[in-house]
């Protein structure tokens, strides 16, 4: 069975302090390592897919890599916009399975 | 880009209704799924369906139905609502390369 595991829970950054979201995966044959962005009472909003390991994704402030076993989205100097959660999904498996796995998401706070 | 439009923002039904959510694409994909998600336990997948009149179910299909008789159009019918099933409700539709394109939800409340 597929596991997605994100940490930490909650995030309360300033405005300009870096940081990284971590998400550790495991399943058999990853297809597809999927970033999200959810703004609270509205519905997850596609970030980066990332698909081997070494691969890099980069928008506006947001930095996505993959490993092996786990993910990171990098923030840099965020800003209180940013202020979202964030979801991490895999997908494994073959043929017509489209199914994604969530992680339960990184509740992310910039504070001004 | 791709739209998925989800009929109702909120929802408050009475405990064995019957509830149906209805959501429309407009990308002609043939993979659409319904979600629920709830604080503590993330997104939960409830049914999916690969081609019209074609379905199967997710992690937590019980207490719960869909049709799909439109390829644009995936319902989730609650066939007899109970407390328990007070949640966000999300409809997604699978887009190549980016995973799932989310309906804005459907917060539902059961009293």
């Known amino acids: 069975e597929d596991q997605v595991t994100q940490s930490p829970e909650a995030l309360r950054l300033q405005e300009g302090e870096s940081s990284s979201l971590n998400c550790s995966y495991t399943?058999?044959?990853?297809?597809?390592l999927f970033w999200y962005r959810q703004d609270p009472g509205k519905g997850p909003e596609f970030l980066f897919t990332?698909?081997?390991a070494g691969e890099e994704k980069e928008k506006e402030r947001l930095k996505a890599t993959l490993t092996k076993k786990e993910s990171f989205l990098h923030i840099t100097a965020p800003k209180p916009e940013d202020s979202a959660t964030y979801l991490c999904?895999?997908?494994?498996?073959?043929?017509?399975?489209?199914?994604?796995?969530f992680g339960k998401g990184t509740l992310l706070t910039v504070n001004p | 880009d791709v739209k998925v439009t989800q009929s109702s923002r909120y929802l408050v039904k009475r405990t064995g209704e019957k509830v149906f959510l209805e959501c429309v694409q407009d990308?002609?994909?043939?993979?659409m799924f319904w979600y629920r998600q709830d604080p503590g336990l993330g997104l939960r997948l409830i049914y999916f369906?690969?081609?019209?009149?074609?379905?199967e179910k997710g992690d937590i299909p019980e207490g719960y139905s869909v049709s799909r008789e439109k390829k644009e159009r995936f319902s989730l019918i609650l066939e007899s609502a109970s407390t328990n099933q007070t949640s966000m409700y999300l409809c997604?539709?699978?887009?190549?390369?980016?995973?799932?394109?989310f309906g804005s939800g459907t917060r539902l409340t059961v009293v």
């Open positions: 997604a539709t699978r887009r190549v390369n980016y995973g799932y394109t």
């Open positions: 990332l698909y081997s």
């Open positions: 369906s690969y081609d019209v009149k074609m379905k």
């Open positions: 990308m002609d994909h043939e993979n």
């Open positions: 999904a895999v997908q494994s498996g073959g043929g017509s399975n489209y199914k994604l796995t």
């Open positions: 399943v058999s044959g990853l297809r597809g």
